[in-house]
């Protein structure tokens, strides 16, 4: 069974438009992550989220947001999309709360979003 | 600020051979140092981690680091490189910010593997 994944794993789609990335983790984990990687494979943090709660939300625009139906699942939300936006999103998670330093976290497979 | 320098961008080895990627860190406490691979198309996987104790660290796939504080490193090894180790490695902190934890990674090292 796959421990975290992600749809769809490509998604190509034009400027202005809203798409969503849908994380689903089935490791029973508290705490869930979504990463970006640019065109250089730099990843950095976007967002952490644990019980339905946001902890870490970081500089990134409005147009991103978060959403967590329930604890296995963290959606990844974005408004008018921008050329800027294309990139590898990846989703993880980890067992304990986002303050717990030590946890290991279990990445998706990444979705390859590209804006024309 | 917390920062991971990964100063290798590419290296080649040939199958055999052994291999050390270099990690360096800035951070102003105790680190939480972490290897991770990612292979083409796919997700990332850890490899190993350091939290305390023992410097030297196992992981999986035959990988070892050696945590050295006075050098601000946390360097990856193995002593006999496949061809299926070819993969983009990335050296990560954890670290606190203003509302929890997250990891800082290095830019990555990209890992090609010669017959």
């Known amino acids: 069974d796959t421990a975290v ?5 490509y998604l190509v789609t034009q400027m202005g438009n809203d798409k969503s990335i849908k ?3 089935n490791l029973g984990h508290d705490t869930m992550y979504w990463y970006k990687q640019d065109s250089k494979k730099f990843l950095k943090i976007m967002f952490s989220y644990n019980n339905k709660e946001l902890i870490i939300n970081e500089t990134v625009p409005n147009r991103f947001s978060p959403k967590s139906p329930d604890k296995a699942h963290l959606n990844l939300h974005i408004n008018s999309l921008e050329l800027g936006d294309s990139a590898v999103y990846f989703c993880a998670s980890s067992h304990g709360l986002a303050g717990e330093i030590t946890d290991t976290q279990y990445f998706g497979p990444g979705t390859r979003l590209t804006v024309l | 600020a917390q920062s991971v320098t990964q100063p290798d961008i590419h290296i080649t080895v040939s199958e055999g051979a052994s291999l050390e990627l270099r990690c360096n860190y800035s951070y102003g406490a105790t680190p939480y140092l972490f290897w991770y691979v990612q292979s083409p198309g796919q997700g990332l996987q850890l490899l190993l981690k350091y939290f305390s104790g023992d410097t030297l660290v196992q ?4 990988f070892e680091a050696e945590f050295k504080r006075s050098q601000s490193s946390f360097n990856l090894r193995k002593p006999s490189v496949h061809w299926s180790d070819a993969a983009e490695y990335f050296c990560a902190v954890g670290a606190w910010n203003q509302a929890g934890t997250a990891l800082i990674f290095g830019k990555g090292t990209t890992l090609s593997v010669s017959s």
Do not use: A, D, F
Not at chain 1, 5 to 9: F, L
Not at chain 2, 59 to 62: D, H, L, Q, S, V
């Open chain 1, 23 to 25: 994380c689903e983790q």
């Open chain 2, 59 to 62: 992981g999986i796939k035959g």
């Open chain 1, 5 to 9: 994944s992600q749809t769809p794993k």
